[in-house]
C-alpha cells in the first residue's frame, strides 16, 4: 500500500472525485464520489473509512493512521519564500504616499534582529518608479540640449536656454507647495517632464532670433535688446494661450479629477515662473555665455575663413 493511496482516498472521501457523466430523463449528470456529510463530520469519521490495499483486500484507515487537533491559523502568508503578516494603510490627510512610505521605513527600522520588511503591490511600484524620476529628468535634458546644439551648431549656446528650464521647474514646484490638496506624483512629474520643452520654447525665440544678429557681427547686447523687443509679444501670447488652455485640468471635477488638477496646476505654476522670469534671464545668459565663449568661436572662424580667402588670391594670382 502506498501513502499516495490514502491520500487520495481521504480526497475522495472528505473532497470529492470526478468520475463521469451520464444522460436521463434527456439531461446530463455529473458523478462524483464523496462521503455523505453525515460520515464526515468529526475525526472519529475517519475509522470508518477503507482504503484497498496491494493484495486487494480492504483496511480501515484507522489502522493506519491517526488524528489530533493542533491550533494553527487558517491560511499562511509568504512573500519571497519567508513567512509573513501583510499590512494595508493609507496616509493621512494632508500627506503624500511618499511621506507614508518614508514614515514605514523609519519604523520598521525598530524591528527585532531576524525580521525585515518588503513592500508589494502599488507601493512596491511607486518606489521603483520613483527611482527612475531623476534619470528620465537627465535623459530628457541631454536629448534637448544635443537637439539644440545641433540647431545653433554651438555646445554653448544652448545652455542659455536650458537654463530656462530650473525656471518652470521652481515654479511648478512651488505651485504644488502652496496648495496642500495637490502631492508631487507620478502625474507632476509627467507635468515636469513636458516644461522641459514649453520653457525653452521661449527662451528659443530670443536665442534663436539674437543669434542670428550675432553671427552677421552685431554687438551682443543690442542683437539681445533687439531680440527681446521683437519675440516679447509672441512669448507672451503663446504661454498666456498655454496657460489658459490648462485651466480645465486645473479645476476639473468628476472621476479621475486628481490627476488632472495636479498635471494641471504644475504645468500652470511653471509656465507662469518661464513666463515672467525666463523672458529677463535668459537675455542675461544669453549675452554673456555669447560673449565668454561664442563670439571668440566666431573670431577663430572668421580669421580661418579670411586666411582661406587670403591664400586663394594669392594663388589665383600667380597664376
Do not use: C
Not at 530670443?206 to 516679447?232: C, M, N, P, S
Amino acid at each position: 500500500m502506498l501513502v499516495s493511496d490514502i491520500y487520495s482516498n481521504l480526497s475522495t472521501f472528505l473532497g470529492s472525485s470526478y468520475v463521469n457523466d451520464f444522460n436521463l430523463y434527456g439531461r446530463n449528470f455529473r458523478v462524483m464520489s464523496q462521503a455523505d456529510t453525515s460520515f464526515r463530520g468529526s475525526l472519529s469519521d475517519l475509522e470508518k473509512y477503507y482504503v484497498r490495499n496491494s493484495q486487494g483486500n480492504m483496511v480501515p484507515l484507522g489502522s493506519l493512521i491517526s488524528a489530533r487537533v493542533i491550533e494553527a491559523p487558517a491560511v499562511i502568508s509568504h512573500y519571497n519564500i519567508y513567512r509573513s503578516i501583510e499590512i494595508n494603510g493609507s496616509p493621512k490627510d494632508g500627506y503624500s504616499s511618499g511621506q507614508a512610505i518614508d514614515a514605514l521605513k523609519e519604523v520598521a527600522k525598530t524591528l527585532p534582529a531576524g525580521y525585515g520588511f518588503e513592500f508589494s503591490g502599488m507601493s512596491r511600484e511607486e518606489i521603483a518608479a520613483g527611482s527612475q524620476q531623476k534619470i528620465i529628468f537627465a535623459i530628457s535634458l541631454i536629448f534637448v540640449f544635443l537637439f539644440l546644439a545641433a540647431l545653433y551648431e554651438s555646445w554653448t549656446v544652448p545652455f542659455s536656454v536650458l537654463f530656462a528650464v530650473p525656471i518652470g521647474a521652481f515654479g511648478s514646484i512651488l505651485t504644488l507647495t502652496f496648495i496642500p490638496a495637490l502631492t508631487n506624483n507620478i502625474y507632476a512629474q509627467i507635468g515636469l517632464i513636458t516644461l522641459i520643452g514649453l520653457s525653452a520654447k521661449n527662451a528659443i525665440l530670443i536665442v534663436e532670433y539674437a543669434k542670428e544678429r550675432v553671427d552677421r557681427r552685431f554687438d551682443i547686447i543690442h542683437a539681445t535688446l533687439q531680440a527681446v523687443g521683437l519675440r516679447l509679444r509672441p512669448i507672451i501670447m503663446t504661454s498666456l494661450a498655454f496657460i489658459f488652455g490648462v485651466l480645465p485640468l486645473a479645476f476639473a471635477s468628476g472621476a479621475a479629477a486628481e490627476s488632472r488638477k495636479t498635471i494641471g496646476w504644475t504645468v500652470f505654476g511653471g509656465m507662469l515662473a518661464a513666463t515672467t522670469l525666463a523672458i529677463f534671464v535668459v537675455p542675461v545668459l544669453f549675452a554673456l555665455i555669447t560673449k565668454l565663449f561664442y563670439v571668440k568661436k566666431l573670431k577663430r572662424l572668421q580669421d580661418e575663413h579670411q586666411k582661406e580667402e587670403e591664400m586663394d588670391q594669392q594663388i589665383f594670382g600667380e597664376g
